[in-house]
């Protein structure tokens, strides 16, 4: 009896060793497949990472665009009232009172959508220099005028929350 249990001790214990080595086949045929699920788990991370970064680059440039935007609406209206005050400018010299009617009505309303965005237009004439708010473009000498009296503006300027954000350009009487 000894005997038979021996036996069976044996049996049981190749039983076990057969099971064990193809339960290690199993799995050494499963490493296979682990590699690959590897290799495209790292392939899918390094997309995902080149995808995260394209988007902050994104994120990047649209603040940077959003920081920027009041700046581009600043500049339009500005260009806006420079194109009406050369026509208004231009309406002056000319001899017919509905032109210059007609622009200094553009102008006033040029100067209004100005002031929607926070603008205030430097374009005064007859008032004296102010290297602040006014540059010099070309100077005059003329009699019975005040010495540093802006004579003629040329071209407009800008303050903007009460920050010269571009100068205005005018002639002025130097003695």
Same mark, same amino acid.
């Given at each position: 009896?000894?005997w $038979?249990? &021996?036996? @069976?001790?044996?049996? %049981?214990?190749?039983?076990? &060793?057969?099971?064990i080595d *193809?339960?290690?086949?199993d ?5 296979p497949?682990?590699l690959? %699920?590897?290799t495209?788990?790292?392939?899918? *991370? @390094?997309e995902t990472?080149l995808q ?6 994104l994120?990047q440039?649209s603040?940077?665009? *959003?920081? @920027?935007?009041?700046m581009?609406d600043l500049d339009?209206a500005?260009?806006?009232?420079d194109v009406?005050y050369?026509f208004y400018d231009?309406?002056?010299d000319c001899s017919s009172?509905?032109l210059?009617?007609?622009? @200094?009505?553009?102008?006033n309303r040029? $100067?209004?959508i ?15 220099f ?5 540059t010099?473009?070309e100077t005059?000498?003329l009699d019975?005028?005040?010495?540093l009296l802006i004579v $003629?503006?040329?071209k407009c300027?800008y303050?903007?929350e009460?920050?010269?954000?571009k100068? %205005?350009t005018?002639?002025?009487?130097k003695?």
């Amino acid at each position: 009896m000894l005997w $038979k249990r &021996k036996e @069976k001790v044996q049996e %049981a214990e190749q039983v076990n &060793k057969q099971e064990i080595d *193809q339960s290690s086949l199993d799995s050494l045929a499963l490493i296979p497949q682990i590699l690959d %699920a590897l290799t495209k788990i790292e392939k899918t *991370q @390094k997309e995902t990472s080149l995808q995260l970064e394209d988007l902050d680059e994104l994120l990047q440039e649209s603040k940077e665009v *959003q920081e @920027k935007s009041p700046m581009i609406d600043l500049d339009c209206a500005m260009l806006l009232c420079d194109v009406v005050y050369e026509f208004y400018d231009f309406a002056r010299d000319c001899s017919s009172l509905d032109l210059d009617n007609q622009a @200094k009505m553009m102008f006033n309303r040029s $100067k209004k959508i100005a002031q929607a965005y926070g603008l205030e237009i430097i374009h005064e004439e007859t008032v004296l220099f102010n290297e602040m708010l006014y540059t010099a473009k070309e100077t005059v000498n003329l009699d019975g005028v005040l010495d540093l009296l802006i004579v $003629k503006v040329l071209k407009c300027g800008y303050l903007h929350e009460n920050k010269v954000i571009k100068k %205005a350009t005018a002639v002025v009487n130097k003695k």
